[in-house]
């Protein structure tokens, strides 16, 4: 596939508070040759990492709930079951999901496997995610989990039966999307026979 064909690109920066939102103009070349001018906003968070813990002897996840401001405004007024994610925040996919883990769910883990990478909301958000899965037990369970309550973290901990897991899916209880792709990759897999 070639690359796009881009020119001009200029920048204007609308918000710059916790994260950064900037407005770009720039052309396009449209696939017809046609040199078209454009303008986007574009929200930068940085990149992300998330991760599944799976038990396949007990048939079971470890998950998190937590509120989440944007999605209660837009209509979940239920706290959001999710798979344990955080920003790089300079760190290594790899590292920063391992540390990320264990602040969310108290689980220390040694290996994890990386699965793929994807971009959640690529007509506005830059964020690429990292997305790992890792086996876990009790024996590595260190502390509670939780997160960080000084930046407004208040993380239960979750062990679903991965069949419930699945079932809240089609259910509409679990509507986050890299927790339904890290299920659904799970059982395409066949990893929790
Ligand atoms: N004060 C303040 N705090 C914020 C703001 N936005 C986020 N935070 C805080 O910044 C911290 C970020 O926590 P992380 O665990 O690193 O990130 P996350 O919010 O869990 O993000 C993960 O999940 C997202 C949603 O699926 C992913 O988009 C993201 O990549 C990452 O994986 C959280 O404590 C969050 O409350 C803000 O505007 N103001
Ligand atoms: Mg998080």
């Given at each position: 596939m070639k690359r796009a064909e881009i020119r001009n690109i200029s920048a204007e920066t609308l918000s710059d508070n916790w994260y950064l939102l900037k407005k770009y103009s720039f052309e396009l070349k449209r696939r017809d040759g046609e040199w078209q001018q454009q303008s986007r906003e574009v929200y930068d968070r940085g990149n992300g990492a998330t991760i599944l813990l799976y038990n396949r002897a007990q048939k079971t996840v470890i998950l998190t709930r937590q509120f989440r401001f944007p999605v209660y405004i837009n209509g979940h007024e239920q706290p959001l079951i999710e798979a344990a994610a955080g920003l790089l925040d300079e760190m290594s996919p790899e590292q920063r999901i391992k540390a990320e883990a264990e602040e969310e769910t108290g689980y220390r883990l040694t290996q994890v496997e990386k699965v793929f990478e994807a971009y959640m909301s690529p007509g506005s958000v830059t964020e690429k995610l990292h997305f790992f899965i890792a086996q876990y037990d009790?024996?590595?369970?260190?502390h509670d989990g939780g997160g960080l309550k000084a930046e407004g973290e208040d993380i239960e901990v979750l062990e679903l039966g991965f069949a419930d897991a699945l079932k809240a899916i089609t259910d509409g209880v679990i509507v986050d999307g890299k927790t339904i792709m890290l299920l659904q990759y799970l059982a395409l897999k066949g990893l929790m026979q």
């Open positions: 009790a024996s590595q369970q260190v």
